[in-house]
């Protein structure tokens, strides 16, 4: 009767917090600068709030185009300006892509995301993806994309074929974008992010951090994050993976308290979010992802690998949820 209640009484709260908190950088910045442990405890405090404590999304993504991006990323091993020894490919097979996506199940993914390297999909790249989209929301699978920008009306299209999820990252702060980035604008993300709100389609929007910004830039990214109207429902946090090839191999790595860090200022300026630990957990020993567990992430990319790099087994994910006492949504 008391678990009941509390679920209740969460549920309730949940409903009861509005979207459109002001945050500035500044108060932001403030959030960072708590000490670790109050930090932790007023985001546990938050997450408790909104969601169950102990359980976990999970995603699986699959890259169904790889390589050969018009797009100059700097930490992108896809980008066609990077020699990184990738090789570009074609995109997938239907049938391919609902192999793996029945795969993804049957291991217990609720949610199935799909990753194109497009700078922007022309339409007769997005006629086989919608397919994709309906055959995976057939399975029972959240469906979500990642095909760059979009306009308006292939944002409308993927909604009428079912798409729950738009991928969109805003990656940095607007203060340090231009120093990974020289192919697209800002802007251009803002709006194929306002294309996709207004298509009726959940947002997954995040970031990446660990690229050499300060700390300061990484409130900014969160504050630029928190203050879309309504907030994203779904902000995966990126810690880089560095590749050879690309402009930011040899970045000084990000402090592992900072990354945890960041997920907890997210959730506590995002309350309602799934803040999803993304790239960069193969990185990341068991001790770190738990402490992201505790500063409030509730979601992970579940699988063997994310687009073109590696990702904590399957396996490996279970046992560790079991170790903590954790379970996933399924």
């Not at 995301?113 to 397919?131: F, N, Y």
């Not at 709006?191 to 951090?209: N, P, Q, S």
């Not at 300060?214 to 630029?224: K, T």
């Not at 994310?306 to 006492?325: C, E, F, I, Y």
Request: proline residues 4%.
């Amino acid at each position: 009767m008391e678990q009941t209640l509390n679920f209740i009484d969460r549920k309730a709260a949940r409903h009861a917090i509005s979207d459109s908190a002001d945050w500035s950088v500044a108060a932001v910045a403030a959030l960072f600068d708590l000490p670790f442990n109050d930090l932790l405890f007023r985001a546990q405090q938050v997450h408790r709030a909104n969601f169950d404590a102990n359980t976990v999304q999970l995603s699986t993504l699959l890259s169904i185009k790889t390589g050969g991006c018009e797009e100059d990323c700097g930490y992108c091993p896809q980008s066609a300006h990077h020699d990184t020894g990738l090789q570009a490919s074609k995109l997938m097979a239907l049938d391919e892509v609902l192999a793996a996506a029945q795969a993804a199940k049957d291991h217990g993914a609720t949610r199935f995301c799909m990753g194109a390297a497009w700078r922007s999909p022309k339409d007769r790249h997005l006629e086989p993806v919608i397919e994709m989209v309906r055959g995976v929301k057939a399975m029972g699978l959240e469906t979500c994309v990642t095909l760059g920008m979009l306009e308006a009306e292939q944002a409308l299209q993927l909604k009428d074929a079912g798409l729950d999820y738009y991928n969109h990252n805003l990656d940095s702060a607007p203060e340090f974008y231009d120093k990974i980035i020289t192919t697209r604008s800002y802007q251009d993300r803002l709006d194929t992010l306002g294309h996709v709100r207004e298509a009726g389609i959940h947002v997954c929007c995040g970031g990446i951090v660990g690229m050499g910004e300060s700390r300061l830039e990484r409130a900014g990214l969160i504050a630029q994050l928190a203050n879309l109207d309504p907030y994203p429902e779904s902000v995966p946090i990126n810690n880089l993976v560095q590749v050879e090839g690309t402009p930011l191999a040899g970045t000084e790595p990000l402090d592992p308290f900072e990354f945890v860090r960041t997920i907890a200022v997210a959730r506590i300026t995002m309350p309602r979010t799934m803040v999803r630990l993304s790239a960069g957990r193969e990185q990341m020993d068991e001790a770190l992802q738990s402490l992201c567990f505790l500063a409030g992430a509730n979601s992970i990319f579940y699988g063997d690998r994310l687009l073109t790099t590696a990702n904590p087994q399957a396996a490996k994910d279970r046992a560790l949820l079991a170790r903590l006492g954790m379970r996933s949504d399924a």
